[in-house]
């Protein structure tokens, strides 16, 4: 998430980063679902914030979290956004475009050495700048985390109950909704599918970016989290 620091950094809002259980340095919190990961988020919150207004942002898995929160203290949370959030936790279940590299680089490829196979792995946009925002914001992330957590919380990927079922009333509060249109291993079809609870959502299905949307078309992300922010 911190490549958005530059976008929100001269806004008035205070910034908090929560790490899910398998970060690196964390003590095993003996998380072993979805559930148990939503909720340790629910209760880092309350540790910080208590009952303070606060808006929420969430990258991938850390979408979903997002929305459960979301959902769950309506009247503390004064908007939402996901980015290449997961909407459907079922990988088997979800629509998926083709994968797809709209610009390949043989050379950047070849700079990235050990690193090559994780970033072309989710690369859309092979270019020195999505190297090294890979290199310096998610590699780190892949290389210290703990499998063996991590592999307990995927056998229970999905939460008990998705959060717009759990909570029907449409959502009133800002939204942002960001995919790639290339993104294969998320999609944007699940998430637009719940466009109508989310009354005051702005969705954005972008062009030459993948599962690291954010990433790979950092300045129109960070035009739209402003507005976000605006907007909440």
């Known amino acids: 998430m911190l490549p958005l620091e530059d976008a929100v950094e001269e806004s008035a809002w205070q910034r908090i980063y929560i790490d899910l259980p398998w970060a690196e340095g964390n003590a095993d919190s ?23 207004p606060l808006a929420v942002i969430g990258n991938s898995f850390g979408g979903m979290i997002a929305r459960y929160v979301a959902h769950e203290r309506r ?21 998926l475009p083709r994968r ?8 950047v490829l070849a700079l990235a050495g050990r690193a ?46 998705e959060p717009e079922i759990a909570h029907p009333a449409p959502f009133e509060a800002p939204s942002l909704h960001l995919f790639g249109r290339q993104d294969h291993v998320m999609g944007y079809e ?13 969705y954005a299905v972008l062009d030459s970016a993948g ?21 909440t």
Request: net charge negative.
């Open 100 to 107: 797809q590299v709209v610009r390949e680089d043989a050379s």
């Open 116 to 161: 090559r196979d994780d970033y072309e792995e989710m690369a859309v946009v092979q270019s020195e700048a999505t190297l090294t925002a890979f290199t310096r914001y998610v590699l780190p992330g892949l290389r210290g985390a703990n499998q063996t957590i991590l592999e307990r919380v995927a056998e229970q990927y999905a939460l008990s109950v």
């Open 30 to 52: 003996n998380a072993s679902s979805a559930d148990h990961v939503a909720q340790g988020a629910l209760d880092d919150i309350h540790d910080c914030l208590g009952g303070r």
């Open 75 to 95: 009247d503390q949370v004064l908007g939402l956004a996901t980015l290449a959030g997961v909407y459907e936790p079922t990988h088997q279940a979800r629509i």
């Open 211 to 231: 599962h690291n949307a954010h990433l790979e078309r950092p300045e129109l992300t960070a035009a739209l989290v402003k507005d976000w922010l605006v907007r």
């Open 190 to 202: 699940d998430g637009w599918k719940l466009r109508d609870h989310y009354v005051r959502g702005t």
